[in-house]
């Protein structure tokens, strides 16, 4: 069987929270037998770790200064 037809296995089901995605793409690329895989997974850590931190940056500026849809009159 050639690289290409092999699947490599999952130790852990799929998740569908952002901020358990980084942690678990780390924890399957260290598991994984396929070095190009394990790259990929390693980007995907990165990346959703990249969101979740603009993510929190951006809910702690709107929780100092204010959403400026508010100072606007928008909104509901």
Not at 18 to 30: I, T, V
Request: some cysteine; glycine content about 8%.
């Amino acid at each position: 069987m050639s690289d290409r037809a092999r699947v490599p296995v999952v130790s852990a089901p799929p998740t569908h929270l952002l901020h358990n995605l980084g942690p678990q793409a780390q924890m399957m690329s260290k598991n994984c037998n396929n070095d190009r895989m394990a790259m990929i997974l390693q980007y995907v850590a990165i990346g959703s770790m990249i969101i979740m931190a603009g993510a929190a940056a951006s809910q702690v500026l709107r929780d100092a200064f204010g959403s400026p849809a508010r100072d606007r009159g928008r909104g509901r």
